[in-house]
């Protein structure tokens, strides 16, 4: 098969995928604007400071503010206990230690004041992730992102060698564009 055959049969599904993440891509920015998001990384600041470790007294005093919050909260099946040193204030959790997104409790170690983390964004959101990187589909949907990516290098490099090819046989050696 010639190049040029080669480079017209991987153009369709190669140009499928490419509008394809070209949409959920686009969707997935229009949703971050209308929730107020930053993309991840771009609004990484300094880190922020940590608080020096507790001393014993002050531990027994945390440990008991938040067992008495996970005993008022039976909702939330305690399996871990974590003490948050990094931020502007020492915090402490209790939950299930599963994943993000599990059931857990959230206090401000000074004061006992509960922490309400904002709600998660939309399920929409979720979705258009795992569709744009090829999760939603599960393995058949990886190999075939994988495919589509080698299929765009491959006509990136058919296209550039019919390019030169052809450019070689003109008189005028200068781009095609001048």
């Given amino acids: 098969m010639t190049m040029r055959r080669w480079h017209r049969w991987l153009a369709l599904p190669a140009g499928l995928f490419l509008a394809f993440v070209a949409l959920t891509g686009t969707l997935l920015h229009l949703d971050m604007m209308r929730l107020g998001q930053h993309p991840p990384g771009s609004d990484t600041g300094p880190l922020p400071p940590v ?62 004041r509960r922490i309400v983390d904002p709600p998660p964004p939309a399920d929409f959101h979720y979705i258009l992730q795992d569709l744009h990187a090829g999760y939603f589909f599960g393995w058949p949907g990886r190999i075939l992102s994988v495919l589509c990516g080698i299929s765009l290098l491959v006509l990136a490099l058919t296209g550039l060698q019919m390019w030169w090819d052809m450019r070689r046989g003109r008189r005028s050696k200068s781009l095609f564009w001048k």
């Fill in 51 to 112: 608080q020096p470790i507790p001393d014993d007294a002050q531990l027994a005093t945390m440990i008991t503010r938040l067992a008495d919050a996970a005993r008022r909260d039976p909702s939330v099946k305690v399996q871990s206990l974590q003490i948050n040193l990094a931020g502007p204030a020492v915090t402490l959790v209790a939950g299930a230690g599963g994943p993000p997104g599990s059931p857990q409790i959230k206090l401000v170690a000074a004061s006992g």
